[in-house]
């Protein structure tokens, strides 16, 4: 038995900001920009539009194509860390948002791993019989942790959301995934205060993302090519075998260097950075997403997940389509 991918949907609040725009804003350029990350534009949502509201649409449309009636959805899990409030959870609000009730809804923070993280969970339930149809959503509004005055930061994160929705399957689907973490390097990308480190009602304007990025980039590159060739060694696959490589979209540089190492030819590697920034949890399932919308993957081929983020936190799925 297997967990299959039966629909995905994604959605990008309308509103882009480019990099032109952002010349106007800080100390920076279109060209560091595209050379240095690989991003153009990005989305960022409506003040009123919260991670929820941009989750729910990634669902509905995940819903709308699958063609189940939306009763079968026995399990609702997204991956965020920019949640509308500290509770209820994400997953409860968008659970009422679809109009269902009485089944487990959560959300999970493991940053920009969050979707990857949350396919591991769904797979467990799905195997275990306790889920029948698993709706698994990356949402994020991280314009709403960034300063918008700090060149380092701004010109890279943005808001979206990425939905997929997995049933058992006797042909394979998720044929290997594994996470990871290490709280080590917490202090090279975080957030200085929450709901406990520093009540809400004495925050002030301060409480923006940080993020040492060249120690960041680094790291990422080491981990991401390291779990790569263990997860294809444990399923005796080599990168050959990877039809699609859909890495975290967080700098191009970052992707290029992984697959390189990994002799993944660029033709292989989805890049939607260019268009979405960098939305931390939402990126994969966006991208996975924008990819089948394009007739690049297709039934049968064999994609291979890769989160990175804060935390630091990884983690790898391998899934036929
Ligand atoms: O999603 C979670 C994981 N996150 C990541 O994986 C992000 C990893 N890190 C990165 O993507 C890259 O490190 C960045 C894109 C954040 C930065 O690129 P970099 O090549 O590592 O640049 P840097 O931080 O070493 O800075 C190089 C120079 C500095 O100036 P000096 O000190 O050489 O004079 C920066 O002040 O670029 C300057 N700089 C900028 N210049 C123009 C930094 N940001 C900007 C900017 N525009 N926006």
Redesign the pocket.
């Known amino acids: 038995m297997f967990s299959k991918i039966i629909a995905t949907g994604s959605y990008l609040p309308s509103n882009i900001l480019t990099n032109q725009d ?1 010349e106007k804003k ?4 279109d060209e ?2 595209r050379s ?2 690989g991003i153009e534009r990005r989305s960022i949502a409506d003040p009123q539009q919260t991670t929820s509201d941009l989750g729910y649409e990634a669902a509905k449309k995940a819903i709308d194509r699958s063609g189940i009636d939306k009763h079968e959805i026995d399990l609702i899990i997204v991956g965020t860390c920019t949640p509308d409030v500290p509770t209820p959870n994400v997953g409860a609000i968008i659970q009422e948002k679809i109009g269902l009730k009485d089944f487990p809804a959560f959300s999970i923070e493991a ?2 791993s969050g979707f990857v993280y949350a396919m591991n969970l769904a797979n467990k339930f799905i195997l275990s019989g306790d889920s029948k149809c698993a709706l698994v959503i990356g949402a994020e509004t991280l314009s709403r942790i960034t300063d918008w005055e700090d ?7 943005a808001d979206g959301a990425g939905a997929a929705i997995l049933k058992p399957s006797e042909d394979p689907g998720i044929i290997y995934s594994k996470l990871g973490a290490n709280g080590a390097y917490s202090d090279l ?1 975080y957030v200085p205060y929450g709901t406990s480190k520093r009540p809400l009602k004495e925050q002030r304007n301060d409480n923006f993302l940080q ?7 680094k790291v ?1 590159v080491k981990t991401l090519e390291s779990i790569a060739k263990d997860s294809l060694k444990e399923v005796n696959m080599t990168s050959e075998d990877i039809d699609w490589f859909i890495p ?4 191009i ?2 992707i290029q260097a992984v697959s390189k190492r990994l002799n993944i030819p660029e033709k292989k590697v989805i890049i939607s950075l260019t268009d979405h920034g ?1 939305t ?1 949890a939402a ?1 994969i399932p966006l991208a996975l997403d924008q990819s089948i919308r394009e007739g690049k993957i297709k039934t049968g081929d064999t994609v291979l997940l890769q989160s ?3 935390g ?1 936190t990884w983690g790898t799925v391998i899934i036929k389509i």
Do not use: P
Not at 248 to 251: E, I, L, T, V, Y
């Open positions: 952002l800080v100390d920076t350029t560091w920009i240095r990350t940053a920009c060149r380092n930061t701004c010109v890279l994160f990308l993020m040492k990025g060249n120690e960041v980039f990422a975290h979209q967080a700098n540089r970052i960098n931390s990126s990175f983020g804060a630091f």
